[in-house]
């Protein structure tokens, strides 16, 4: 089994669950899980990174949210 066969049973698996997926990504634990990442991920960011680009840090770290979660 190569790579592509491995990429093909993974795009499969998608599109037969995909309502399932949708529901899970969208659901309060998946909201409480991915601020809680996404939190720690723009804290370690704005501490390593300089100063000008925390706004920016803050602006993508919103966007992502947005895409995951209940909220």
Known sequence: MG???VV???KEFLEQNKAKIDEVIKSDK???VS???LDAAADFIK???PDSVDAHVDGVRDNIDKAVGSE
């Open 3 to 5: 790579i592509e066969d």
């Open 8 to 10: 093909n049973q993974g």
């Open 30 to 32: 998946a909201e409480e």
């Open 35 to 37: 601020d809680s990442v």
């Open 47 to 49: 501490k390593v990174a």
